[in-house]
């Protein structure tokens, strides 16, 4: 096992390849969050934590994360890196306020910018999307400087706390998005892929149709990532470009 642990959360690929890129300059077993929840990981002397924003703070299962890791060892540093599109708010703090209260002391939180995915509304341009891509191993690199430098900041509330304060009180409708949202076409040909990728369990399939129950982390990777473009949030996606990070394999992160 090595002293170093990448922890990461990707639904549509971002996170998995920073975790890789990372993996480069820093030696370190590669995990993925949903399958270690609960996992010890009191033997490594640092752990490196990977995460999207969702609404100014983090995933719902990276919460469950966070939570159940069992108490480190004071000299055990842990990074956050967040990937993220557009505005962060206070995610900084956020994050670094709810370690906190579960005993995890936080070194660092570095940001760097990825493709939007969040895509139901809008999207991203490609030009910007091609950029993004691009420019992200040596963004990544930097980050990976610092940690391996141990460098530590100060995380500071700022201005936008309202932001992160707007998802604790929405957090609870989140679990019946897909169930109350999302649709899937006729051209749905059962392949299960939906089911296996969804990081909640929140996929069935019984009756020859799709079911979503009520456990939705709003993470998209069965809207992204349906080989036949099935799901829909309604009319609206029909037709709609979809993201994949197209610098790796994501079959690779449930191996």
């Not at 490196?48 to 983090?58: C, E, G």
Request: contains cysteine; aromatic residues 12%.
């Amino acid at each position: 096992m090595a002293d170093v642990a990448i922890c990461f959360f990707s639904a549509t690929g971002n996170g998995f390849y920073i975790a890789k890129e990372m993996k480069k300059y820093i030696q370190g077993d590669l995990l993925y969050i949903p399958k270690i929840i609960g996992k010890d990981l009191s033997e490594y002397k640092k752990i490196i934590i990977i995460t999207p924003i969702y609404l100014f703070a983090i995933p719902n299962i990276v919460k469950r994360f966070i939570n159940s890791i069992p108490k480190l060892s004071n000299d055990t540093k842990v990074y956050i890196v967040i990937n993220y599109a557009g505005l962060v708010g206070n995610a900084s703090y956020y994050i670094k306020s709810f370690c906190a209260k579960k005993g995890v002391n936080i070194c660092a939180v570095y940001k760097v910018a990825m493709p939007l995915t969040y895509t139901l509304f809008a999207e991203e341009l490609q030009l910007v999307v091609k950029r993004l891509i691009k420019t992200s191993p040596k963004r990544v690199k930097k980050v990976a400087d610092k940690i391996n430098a141990n460098q530590q900041m100060k995380i500071r509330s700022n201005c936008f706390a309202f932001l992160s304060k707007l998802h604790d009180k929405t957090e609870w409708k989140w679990g019946s998005f897909a169930k109350e949202k999302f649709q899937v076409a006729a051209s749905c040909d059962l392949c299960g892929y939906c089911k296996k990728i969804c990081p909640a369990e929140n996929i069935e399939i019984k009756g020859g149709k799709v079911h979503f129950k009520e456990q939705c982390i709003s993470c998209l990777a069965c809207y992204h990532r349906c080989p036949q473009k099935s799901i829909n949030c309604g009319h609206k996606t029909i037709g709609r470009k979809r993201y994949v990070n197209p610098n790796v394999n994501l079959d690779e992160m449930y191996i």
